[in-house]
């Protein structure tokens, strides 16, 4: 076997050569809420591979305010802070003055709910940026002037829009080519043809008298792919009705 630090550069070279790298931008007042998200597990893979390249900017270092405010008061009374156009204004600018950009997103809960196949949309892309709402909001102006899709994670209220960010990032990165070994292939995943996973077991076969199936025991191949699609078909009815009709539909 090839020695860790030959590997890494083996990994990264091809990464050059053959595939695309994909780079996404983050703005966002609160870097540090995005930091363990983006540096561990299947991400950090990824980015060190240099298949993806995440860039988080502090929108405050683009605040020409002197104490580098980047909010203000709503013009409507009684609203609470709203974040102002030009800590934005001067970001996405200073972005798009460097590589053209695919999709300007901004997290906010009236955003158009996120989904797998808006994850498997965004994965084909070579630039995003991803703003994070904060606050009351964001000025309407760079709402109508920047951003080209507005996206949500959930009809809840978070805080923020890093959390979103996060998830959004999570769900686009771990699908990117070459990122997951064939064994957690990402077109197993539930949702990727609109049923849940099958039930998972592992040793010992029997645990204080709980059994594994014992179709799983079998050995048979056949048998055991049949299982798990049954399985994938009887959760998905019972517990997600709506998401079954979908796989009905799509089928
Ligand atoms: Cl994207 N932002 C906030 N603040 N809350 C949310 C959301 C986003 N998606 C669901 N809830």
Same mark, same amino acid.
């Given at each position: 076997m090839f020695s860790p630090i030959f590997s890494f550069v083996l990994?990264?070279?091809f990464a050059q050569l053959n595939q695309k790298i994909m780079r996404i931008d983050i703005i966002t007042v609160l870097p540090e809420i995005l930091e363990s998200p983006l540096n561990f597990s299947i991400v950090k893979r990824?980015?060190?591979k240099g298949l993806a390249e995440i860039i988080v900017h502090n929108l405050r270092d683009y605040s020409d305010d002197k104490h580098r405010r980047v909010d203000d008061y709503s013009f409507s009374k009684g609203a609470g802070m709203v974040m102002a156009i030009q800590p934005i204004e001067k970001a996405i600018e200073k972005l798009k003055s460097e590589r053209n950009y695919d999709e300007i997103i901004y997290t906010?809960?009236?955003g158009k709910v996120f989904d797998q196949k808006t994850a498997n949309i965004l994965s084909m892309y070579n630039n995003i940026i991803i703003l994070c709402g904060h606050y009351k909001g964001i000025d309407q102006r760079i709402r109508d002037h920047y951003i080209t899709l507005e996206i949500s994670i959930g009809d809840y209220v978070l805080t923020g829009g890093e @959390?979103?960010?996060a998830v959004i990032t999570d769900s686009v990165v771990r699908i990117l080519p070459g990122v997951l070994s064939d064994e957690t292939s990402a077109l197993t995943d539930s949702f990727q043809d609109n049923l849940l996973s099958p039930p998972v077991y592992t040793r010992p076969a029997v645990y204080k008298g709980m059994k594994v199936p014992?179709?799983?025991l079998s050995g048979n191949d056949k048998l055991i792919d049949d299982w798990k699609h049954n399985q994938s078909i009887e959760r998905t009815k019972k517990l997600r009705p709506d @998401?079954?009709?979908?796989?009905l539909r799509e089928e």
């Open positions: 990994n990264f070279t990824a980015r060190d906010t809960p009236d @959390l979103a960010a014992d179709v799983l @998401l079954f009709r979908k796989y």
